[in-house]
């Protein structure tokens, strides 16, 4: 990659990440603009996927509301995105949660990793 835009995506890098993995259960605080006000709005669901390098990495969560599924595409580095606060920790054996799409009730947890 050329040298130039390298040096410009560090720039946009934010200096302190949290540290989270695919089945994790996440509390995402994003800053939202409604008119001339601005305010924080805190998104909790399982991360479903993770992808991406560099200032272009996204995170993918997921959420039941109301009986329907809401998934939200979030970029890791984005000023819009306050913090990541990490629920709890999940056992998995997948890089990508995709199946949970087509599951309900007790078939969507995810089993919580005891260190």
């Known amino acids: ?4 835009i390298r040096s ?3 720039a946009q890098l934010k200096a302190e990440v949290p540290q989270f993995n695919v089945g994790d259960t996440v509390r995402v605080y994003g800053r939202i603009k409604e008119g001339n006000r601005e305010r924080v709005q805190v998104f909790e669901g399982i ?4 992808q991406g390098g560099s200032s272009r990495a ?3 969560v ?9 998934e939200k595409t ?7 995105v306050e913090k ?3 629920v709890r920790r999940g056992k998995v054996r997948r890089a990508k949660l ?9 078939r969507a947890k995810v089993k919580e990793l005891v260190k």
């Open 84 to 86: 990541v606060e990490v």
């Open 98 to 106: 995709t199946y949970l799409r087509g599951r309900v009730g007790k």
């Open 47 to 50: 991360v479903l996927k993770k």
């Open 1 to 4: 990659m050329n040298e130039i």
């Open 8 to 10: 410009i995506e560090a």
């Open 58 to 60: 996204t995170f993918t």
């Open 74 to 80: 979030w970029p890791l580095h984005s000023p819009n």
């Open 62 to 70: 997921r959420k039941n509301s109301n009986g329907v599924g809401v």
